[in-house]
């Protein structure tokens, strides 16, 4: 490759940016400061300049590096200045490009050097240089460039005789011991965009969809691979992109239909290329040494007989290929979302001093991506960089850009997990935040509801000060004779009337500070309205992060397709659909070995061969369909093909002779299919590469149940076969249903249920001694959740399961019921992980905080239902609610008119372990007995409205409370108030003071005696 190819190269990668860097300017030079767009338009600029400059000093253009360096001047400069400075400035920038343009196509004119270099001294430059200067640039331009000593000897490489042989050093993905560890993350994080894209183009050529710009692009992506190679010196990818770059670039000349056997080699070059990419990064094998040797060297022999001119003779007699197509011809599918490395991020310890390497534009022209990442930064764009560091850091980070131009920030996996784990604290502690002002809600609606009480309370005092301060007035008139004025005259207050009006005034300021109050928590609550809102985003933007599109699979899936096509003779093609579904990347990698499984399954069991096809009035290609689709968290891939179907005679035989089931046993399709997803299970009576071991389907179940997914398996005689595999799209973060049992909160994931069924929605009936639901025509079996997890159930009665919730749960291709104390309402949960001191725990999935602070356990009921927790925890007093006598037994009333007693009692008995309900009299503990029976009654004797005795012989006279334990506390002492008690019916009579111990002591008997 000579001086003159690189630098056209360079000349058309600036045409191409020439309209993005119009673009940027406009945005810089008319843009605020503080605008997003002013420092994302400035920092594309400021690169696509840094890697022009580097390409640039590679190639020995030191006049046109020196130009790129003074234009990231002028940016400097630029940014202080107004709007008006700004916008006057914009032409230079306009100009620069176009001069370059032209000095790029005549190295040697010296009218287009002296032009560019008085551009620069010109008024409207932001940093003019002087005189001397520009001199120094037309000197700098007119110079002779001289290439980098890798470069001229790769093109010197190229005037040798081309090899012939492939050799064992040609497939080498061996690095060098001094490899520049920058510029091999590079390769890696741009090499498997680059992969896919070439293979796409190819197929496309295969296809006859291509036009002379797919041609143009599979050549340059080539190029590219090869330099980037190169550079970090991996031989293998780098021999093998160098003779694939040679046929595409001829046929790219010529305008031809390359003959059917080169286009096979060039998938299977594409094939390994990528297949060598994905065992740089660790996600696969790389291709075996004979099947690597075999690919290049078939493709060294095309690209040799395209050289001596042979080729000719070969290729096919039909119409060019590379003419203007029809435009509703499908497009090419590009990954262009490099988020898909993330699942696959490598980092390097030892790393040298090259600055940290950012991806950049997929679609550079030839090599120049990789020579613009080896590049190092000058001095200049790392101020520049500095310079907006402090703009740049609060701009917006969009982490699923998917334009051509995207700045990739790489970061750590254990930075991203530190964030997730503080988006989930940040959740948690908003929803205990939202708690609290609920809280505070309902505590603030009390204090204005007390506040009318207590001006009820005034009113009635009032009345009763005027009434009676009217009499007392009359008293005094008449016992000190007339006054001057009477009461109609001039009103006449008493000292008790002067002080209600203050307690009226006060009571009515004490009003206006709590409907303050009131305000003041409603705007709180806007606020945290608000802040929940942000926290959804960052969550959201957090989540994204650990996103990738499942197209970033299809290189893969393809290549899967074509190898299992030739081992086994058949012809198959896949059609991809939703490849820009985003699921996290753990569960795209954990789902790469089932989607290879099944579409080995389905072309070494399902598809006939070409002759078989033709004899069923079939295409002789078969077609395969991956659909990918998501509804909110729920993931759903479709995978159907037009072959045979399943053999369910074959299946049938096999389960038999397995002992499986029985001779003649009767068991639907849907069930026969499942024995396929057995281990060990194969219809095949002969062993080969693919199948006939027993090993695949099975991997295809245990990965999604792994995934908490579900697989179901659905055939047509002669028409094909259907797998459908559910899973979620995110582990982390899943939507559930938050459930009571046994006054535990649980969560249920939403994906793992049919419906959920209020109390009393369908009928339970009967069949043999096992109860079922009967809902909407169908019927399902039942358990109940505390059976599952390990609690008694105690006697499932019509009554109590009509007062149950039911779960419809999915269970492998079956939905069980599930009986639930109550649904509590649906969220969306951030889970975490128990720790590494808590063994996995069956049928717990994970837990998750509540705003309010509990823990509440994510259940996997399928799991419980295939095998349910051993009853391990013993129906006591303090658990279990199915014993309605010892729950009542766990409740007290406390009567007292004293608040200060009242809450101390309250206090003391809820410490000790029970339930409490207080009243402040007699008639108010009555009005509580109607919803509320308690265990013992702890009661004060003097209080207003009903007093103690009355209230014990209320009690006494009631059927329902006539056993009741009645415990009075009194500081009377006397024997004329015990014979009361006593007669009343009190059971024991405490006289103050008197111990905790004691009373406690008193109230443990009197409930052992109920």
């Not at 120094?136 to 790769?154: H, S």
């Not at 094909?720 to 049992?741: D, P, T, W």
């Not at 209080?943 to 006279?957: D, I, K, Q, V």
Request: hydrophobic letters at 40%; glycine letters at 6%.
């Amino acid at each position: 490759m000579q001086m003159s190819d690189f630098i056209e190269a360079l000349l058309v990668e600036i045409k191409e940016v020439h309209a993005d860097l119009g673009g940027w300017i406009a945005t810089i030079c008319s843009a605020a400061p503080e605008d997003p767009a002013f420092g994302d338009a400035l920092d594309q600029y400021v690169g696509q300049i840094e890697r022009t400059a580097s390409t640039c000093g590679m190639l020995g253009l030191r006049g046109l590096e020196s130009c790129c360096a003074q234009v990231q001047e002028c940016l400097v400069v630029i940014v202080g200045l107004n709007a008006e400075e700004r916008s006057a400035a914009q032409v230079f920038f306009d100009l620069w490009p176009d001069l370059v343009l032209t000095y790029l196509a005549d190295i040697t004119n010296l009218k287009s050097a002296e032009h560019l270099a008085e551009h620069f001294s010109l008024p409207s430059c932001p940093s003019p240089i002087n005189a001397e200067r520009s001199l120094e640039l037309i000197i700098e331009l007119t110079a002779e460039p001289v290439l980098a000593a890798y470069l001229r000897a790769e093109a010197e490489a190229e005037e040798l005789e081309r090899p012939r042989v492939a050799t064992d050093e040609d497939i080498s993905l061996a690095l060098p011991a001094d490899v520049d560890r920058g510029v091999y993350e590079a390769l890696l994080q741009e090499a498997p965009t680059q992969a896919a894209e070439l293979s796409t183009y190819i197929r496309n050529i295969v296809d006859g969809e291509a036009t002379d710009e797919d041609m143009a692009a599979a050549k340059r992506i080539a190029h590219s691979l090869k330099g980037s190679a190169n550079i970090v010196g991996i031989r293998g990818i780098a021999t093998l992109g160098h003779h694939t770059e040679d046929i595409l670039e001829w046929f790219e000349q010529n305008r031809t239909r390359p003959p059917l056997a080169l286009t096979n080699a060039l998938l299977d070059a594409a094939a390994c290329l990528e297949q060598m990419i994905g065992s740089l990064l660790g996600i696969e094998d790389a291709p075996t040494h004979t099947q690597a040797k075999e690919i290049l060297q078939s493709v060294l022999d095309w690209a040799n007989r395209i050289h001596s001119g042979s080729i000719e003779d070969e290729v096919d007699a039909a119409p060019p290929i590379f003419a203007d197509l029809d435009a509703s011809l499908p497009a090419p599918t590009e990954s262009t979302d490099l988020d898909a490395t993330f699942a696959i991020q490598i980092e390097f310890n030892d790393l040298n001093s090259t600055p940290p390497i950012q991806a950049e534009n997929a679609n550079l022209d030839a090599m120049f991506p990789a020579l613009i990442e080896a590049a190092h930064h000058n001095a200049t764009p790392r101020a520049l960089t500095e310079t907006f560091r402090e703009e740049e850091s609060s701009l917006p980070s969009n982490v699923t850009n998917q334009t051509p131009v995207a700045s990739i920030i790489r970061v750590p996996v254990t930075t991203m997990d530190e964030l997730f784990r503080l988006t989930g604290e940040l959740s948690v502690k908003i929803g205990q935040l939202t708690e609290q002002v609920k809280q505070a809600q309902q505590r603030t609606n009390g204090l204005l509801r007390q506040n009318l009480k207590v001006q009820q309370r005034i009113f009635d005092l009032e009345n009763l000060v005027d009434i009676r301060g009217l009499a007392s007035l009359r008293d005094t008139q008449i016992s000190h004779g007339a006054p001057i004025f009477d009461a109609l005259e001039m009103e006449q207050y008493t000292e008790l009337q002067s002080n209600t009006r203050a307690l009226t005034e006060e009571a009515a300021d004490t009003r206006e500070f709590s409907r303050r109050i009131e305000e003041d928590v409603a705007q709180i609550g806007a606020v945290l309205q608000q802040t929940q809102r942000v926290q959804r985003d960052l969550q959201y933007m957090a989540m994204t992060t650990r996103m990738s599109p499942v197209g970033s699979l299809a290189p893969r899936l393809h290549r899967n397709i074509r190898q299992t096509s030739q081992q086994t003779g058949k012809k198959a093609k896949l059609i991809i659909e939703g490849e820009d579904i985003l699921i996290d990347g753990d569960m795209l990698n954990n789902l790469v070995d089932p989607l290879l499984h099944i579409l080995r399954n389905a072309i070494d069991h399902g598809i006939e061969t070409p002759d078989e096809r033709r004899y069923s009035g079939k295409p002789e290609v078969s077609t395969i369909h991956l659909k990918f689709s998501r509804r909110g968290q729920t993931v759903t891939v479709c995978c159907r093909d037009d072959g045979r179907g399943l053999n369910y005679d074959a299946i049938r035989h096999k389960a038999i002779e397995r002992g499986l089931m029985q001779a003649g046993q009767d068991i639907s399709k849907e069930e026969l299919s499942r024995f396929i997803l057995l281990p060990g299970f194969s219809t095949r009576e002969h062993t080969n590469e693919i199948s006939g071991r027993g090993v695949g389907l099975d991997v295809v179940r245990d990965r999604l149940l792994a995934m908490k997914g579900m697989v179901e398996v659905r055939s047509e005689s002669g028409k094909g076969c259907e797998f459908l595999l559910r899973f979620q799209a995110s582990l982390v973060a899943q939507h559930a249903l938050l459930i009571e049992s046994s006054t535990q909160i649980f969560a249920v994931p939403s994906y793992a249920l049919d419906q959920a069924l209020p109390p009393a929605a369908g009928e339970f009936i009967y069949i043999g001694s096992e109860i079922n639901l009967r809902y909407q025509k169908r019927t399902y079996p039942v358990k109940a959740l505390n059976a599952l997890i390990g609690y008694d159930n105690g006697e499932m009665t019509p009554e109590i399961m009509n007062s149950k919730s039911v779960l419809l749960v999915h269970v492998d291709l079956d939905i069980h019921a599930v009986l639930v104390d109550r649904i509590v309402d649906g969220r969306d949960l951030i889970l975490k992980d128990p720790g590494r001191y808590v063994k996995k725990i069956h049928g717990v999935g994970g837990t998750a905080i509540l705003g309010d602070g509990t823990v509440a356990p994510l259940l996997d009921l399928a799991e419980l239902l295939r095998l349910p927790i051993q009853q391990s925890i013993e129906a006591s007093a303090s658990i279990t609610t199915g014993d309605h006598e010892t729950s009542i037994r766990r409740d007290i009333l406390v009567v007292d008119d004293s608040l200060s007693v009242r809450k101390s009692l309250v206090q003391l008995v809820s410490d000790a372990g029970y339930n409490v309900k207080a009243a402040k009299d007699g008639l108010e503990a009555v009005a509580l007995l109607n919803d509320f029976i308690p265990g013992v009654i702890l009661t004060d004797l003097e209080m207003p409205n009903m007093n103690g005795l009355e209230f014990t012989s209320h009690l006494r006279a009631r059927p329902d409370t006539r056993e009741l334990p009645v415990i009075m506390i009194t500081s009377r002492s006397m024997d004329k108030h015990r014979k009361q008690a006593e007669l009343a019916g009190v059971s024991i009579y405490m006289t103050k003071p008197y111990t905790d111990t004691d009373l406690l002591g008193h109230i443990h008997s009197a409930i052992g005696g109920v």
